[in-house]
Structure formats: structure tokens, C-alpha cells
């Protein structure tokens, strides 16, 4: 199961994310989860720029153990091209 713990922030950080989800939420994007649903597979990052604007993301990278890589990856631009 892939279970990560928030990280550490501050009630400020708090409600911007919470400002965030509510936002999502409103859009019917996502929606809020009851306490004794597990999904728990990545944790809020809220990333702010110089200007003050914020950004909510997730952090995915617990994923990566958990997914396989493509056995055949898209072929480079210039291979395909040569083999033309």
C-alpha cells in the first residue's frame, strides 16, 4: 500500500492547500474522500512563485516503485527518421 505521511507546514501553508482542494472539489474534478477510505497515494506539495501565486501539486514519486518501465519506449525522432 502506498501510505506517506504529510510533510511537515504551517497552518498558513494549511490553508492555502485546503484553499486549493476546496477549489478542485467545487469543479467536480476530485472529490473529498470519507475518513475510513484508504487512498492515500501521494502527498499535497503547494508550490508558490516570487509573485506570491500558488500551485497544488502531488508528489508521485512513492509511484515509481510500484510501476513498470515500457518495454518498448517511443522511438527517437532521428532513428525513425534514418529508417526512412
Known amino acids: 500500500m502506498l501510505r506517506r505521511p504529510p510533510y511537515p507546514e504551517s497552518l498558513e501553508t494549511r490553508k492555502e492547500i485546503e484553499k486549493h ?9 476530485i472529490r ?28 508521485f ?10 518495454r518498448y519506449p517511443i522511438p527517437r525522432i532521428p532513428h525513425a527518421l534514418d529508417k526512412l
Open 32 to 59: 473529498k474522500i470519507e475518513h475510513n477510505e484508504i487512498v492515500e497515494i501521494t502527498t499535497p506539495v503547494l508550490i508558490t512563485w516570487h509573485d506570491g501565486n500558488s500551485r497544488l501539486c502531488g508528489d
Open 61 to 70: 514519486r512513492a509511484l515509481n516503485n510500484y510501476t513498470k518501465a515500457d
Open 21 to 29: 482542494v476546496n477549489e478542485v472539489v467545487d469543479m467536480d474534478v
